[in-house]
């Protein structure tokens, strides 16, 4: 389940994302991640803008807070960003919450592409861009704040027309029907 993370999931956000692995897989989580760290970034997405939205991700029905995604515009084009805590790892709910906050991008959004980025050594989040339908366009650098330190990036592109494509097809299954069970 998707919704706009409250100040009552500060703690639980910070407990996952006080964690190295996700901060030197991500440009912005600082490391460590403390409880005001957490409250700071509730405050940051409360709301929709011009600028993107960024979801809290929940375990449906147990409203269980298990990671983030969102889209951030850079340059221009919004750019999707995600991450798991570590005990919801390996069992696709990325992929579906990626797939869902894409829908939102295209179907609600009205964007014309969307771009993401994964880190070089980050073979599980590049297999959730291409689960996706997103296609690699390169490679480039990214800054990452718990490092620091710029590091090599795979790059990656989804445009509408590829989206609806893979939607007609079936490819990608819809948001809202039974693959959203995020459990």
Not at 138 to 165: C, E, I, M, N, Q
């Amino acid at each position: 389940m998707l919704r706009t993370p409250r100040l009552e999931d500060a703690a639980a956000i910070a407990a996952l994302a006080d964690d190295p692995a996700i901060a030197i897989n991500t440009a912005l989580i600082p490391n460590p991640y403390r409880k005001q760290d957490a409250e700071a970034w509730i405050a940051q997405v409360a709301t929709l803008d011009d600028d993107g939205a960024t979801f809290g991700l929940y375990l449906k029905g147990r409203d269980i807070f298990i990671g983030a995604c969102g889209l951030n515009r850079l340059d221009g084009v919004f750019h999707l960003g995600y991450w798991l805590g570590a005990p919801y790892r390996d069992g696709g709910l990325a992929t579906e919450a990626a797939r869902a906050v894409i829908d939102f991008a295209f179907a609600r959004l009205k964007q014309p592409e969307i771009t993401s980025a994964a880190r070089v050594t980050n073979a599980a989040s590049r297999r959730v861009l291409e689960k996706c339908g997103f296609q690699w366009t390169g490679v480039g650098l990214t800054r990452v704040k718990a490092l620091a330190a710029s590091v090599p990036v795979d790059r990656f592109r989804l445009d509408r027309k590829t989206w609806a494509s893979l939607r007609a097809w079936g490819a990608v299954p819809l948001a809202d029907g039974p693959s959203m069970r995020m459990a």
